[in-house]
T-cell receptor, first 111, second 117 residues
Framework: EAQVTQNPRYLITVTGKKLTVTCSQN?????MSWYRQDPGLGLRQIYY???????DKGDVPEGYKVSRKEKRNFPLILESPSPNQTSLYFC??????????FGPGTRLTVL | GDSVTQMEGPVTLSEEAFLTINCTYT??????LFWYVQYPGEGLQLLLK?????DKGSNKGFEATYRKETTSFHLEKGSVQVSDSAVYFC????????????????FGKGTLLTVNP
């Protein structure tokens, strides 16, 4: 089954404790991206990757890092999380000019 | 930069009512346009798309027409059902360079639709 998986689905952590949210896709897509969804602000792109070892900033990259060492994986790293990073996070993969396939989401709470 | 503006919600309708959710965009070139739907507790999934002017995307009774002259991509459905209750996102995708090797995806803020029986 074609899918994008994210882990964990739910995470509660404390300020400053480094965390990684994993994302994996089995559709051989070159393009992958991360979004955060906040009430009243909709979906905002954090980072995207056009291919292995090629990443670029989206609209709200501050406080986040990504890496793309393999085509199927695109982890999101929060080196020192802060409460303003409490949000619902989505990973997606697809063809950039066409359909994006979204993961189920990761709800992160930073205390 | 690119932007997508869609009507503010929430929108509440009765079953079998006609639905319109307005979406307008700003882009420098000729973007592809999309409507995504997010059901409660789930990720977004593609509802329909259009890649060039005057194209009509359609799926599950929903339709939207790519109008270049008015830079719009309004979502319509003739008769909504309770199962259509969800958040709807308008989005565009456009290359950021002339070679088309880099793309930018931009989403609207989403419109919550509630359909009552």
């Amino acid at each position: 089954e074609a899918q994008v998986t994210q882990n964990p689905r739910y995470l509660i952590t404390v300020t400053g404790k480094k965390l990684t949210v994993t994302c994996s896709q089995n559709m051989n897509h070159e393009y992958m991206s991360w979004y955060r969804q906040d009430p009243g602000l909709g979906l905002r792109q954090i980072y995207y990757s056009m291919n292995v070892e090629v990443t670029d900033k989206g609209d709200v990259p501050e406080g986040y890092k990504v890496s793309r060492k393999e085509k199927r994986n695109f982890p999101l790293i929060l080196e020192s999380p802060s409460p303003n990073q409490t949000s619902l996070y989505f990973c997606a993969s697809g063809t950039p000019a066409d359909t994006q396939y979204f993961g189920p989401g990761t709800r992160l709470t930073v205390l | 930069g690119d932007s997508v503006t869609q009507m503010e919600g929430p929108v509440t309708l009765s079953e079998e009512a006609f639905l319109t959710i307005n979406c307008t965009y700003t882009a420098t070139g000729y973007p592809s346009l999309f409507w995504y739907v997010q059901y409660p507790g789930e990720g977004l999934q593609l509802l329909l798309k259009a890649t060039k002017a005057d194209d009509k995307g359609s799926n599950k009774g929903f339709e939207a027409t790519y109008r270049k002259e008015t830079t719009s991509f309004h979502l319509e459905k003739g008769s909504v059902q309770v199962s259509d209750s969800a958040v709807y996102f308008c989005a565009l995708s456009e290359p950021t360079n002339s070679g088309g090797s880099n793309y930018k995806l931009t989403f609207g803020k989403g419109t919550l639709l509630t359909v009552n029986p």
